[in-house]
């Protein structure tokens, strides 16, 4: 789900967002949301109660970035940070941010999206015959 303000994104940024997050999805099996606006209230309380509506919280990653206020938050789900840490969160974070301060709404969300699902997906592992 990405959801944006009206007029935020042209038809190709949102494409592009959308296809992140899908690329994202297969990578990780989590789901992810992405949500550009004005936070209502604290942008953290804010971008917790929409990870809480969504479908499966539990297995969700929730990017909330309110541009007028300069917030950005990432939400992620009890089953998400079971392989996914705060410091690979804040790494994102950083990554995002970055790019956001160049003007790169777009390019800071498709980053974000893709180092969070890299960083989520379950490590590979090896069976060896005992």
Do not use: W
């Not at 999805?25 to 604290?42: H, I, K, M, N, Q």
């Amino acid at each position: 789900m990405a959801q944006v303000a009206a007029g935020e994104f042209s038809g190709a940024e949102r494409y592009a967002i959308d296809e992140a997050i899908r690329r994202a999805e297969t990578l990780c099996r989590y789901e992810f949301s992405v949500f550009v606006g004005v936070a209502e209230g604290d942008p953290r309380a804010f971008a917790t109660q929409l990870h809480n509506s969504l479908v499966a919280p539990a297995r969700s990653i929730l990017i909330m970035v309110d541009v007028p206020r300069r917030a950005l938050e990432i939400v992620t789900g009890g089953y998400v940070r079971r392989t996914l840490s705060d410091a690979e969160v804040e790494l994102a974070v950083l990554e995002m941010r970055s790019r956001f301060s160049q003007d790169d709404l777009v390019g800071g969300l498709k980053r974000g999206i893709e180092m969070l699902a890299d960083h989520a997906r379950a490590p590979q592992t090896l069976h060896t015959e005992s």
